[in-house]
């Protein structure tokens, strides 16, 4: 008898939960938050002058990763002043934002 009480309490209560609405996030929130990955990304690179190429590429919660594309310029003297490109992940769990050499990645400008 308990356990038939416990498995109609679990259905009732998953059937509440479940009618409950779901949460988006505000138009406003991930403004904030393509900002800060952005500027986390920007801050993180090794280029000089360097800029977003595109947008951000939000990957779901099964990989919690956002990425970026950034253009800039090779700050080493050895480099002169040649452009380049990185790619630039945003872990969301860690709350980073890692960068790397990504000039395969797209075409030369």
């Known amino acids: 008898m308990p356990k038939m009480m416990f498995v109609k309490g679990f259905?009732?209560?998953?059937?509440?939960?479940?009618g409950l609405p779901a949460h988006a996030s505000s138009p406003s929130?991930?403004?904030d938050y393509d900002q800060r990955v952005t500027q986390a990304c920007v801050a993180a690179s090794g280029l000089k002058d360097v800029k977003p190429v595109g947008g951000l590429v939000k990957?779901?919660?099964r990989v919690p990763?956002?990425?970026l594309v950034l253009a800039g310029r090779y700050p080493q003297k050895?480099?002169?002043n040649a452009p380049g490109r990185?790619?630039?992940?945003?872990?969301?769990?860690a709350g980073k934002a890692y960068v790397s050499e990504a000039d395969q990645l797209l075409p030369k400008p």
Do not use: I
């Open 59 to 61: 990957y779901d919660d």
């Open 78 to 80: 050895h480099m002169k």
């Open 29 to 31: 929130a991930w403004k």
């Open 65 to 67: 990763v956002t990425a």
């Open 11 to 18: 259905v009732v209560a998953s059937m509440a939960l479940g």
């Open 86 to 93: 990185e790619l630039c992940v945003w872990d969301r769990k």
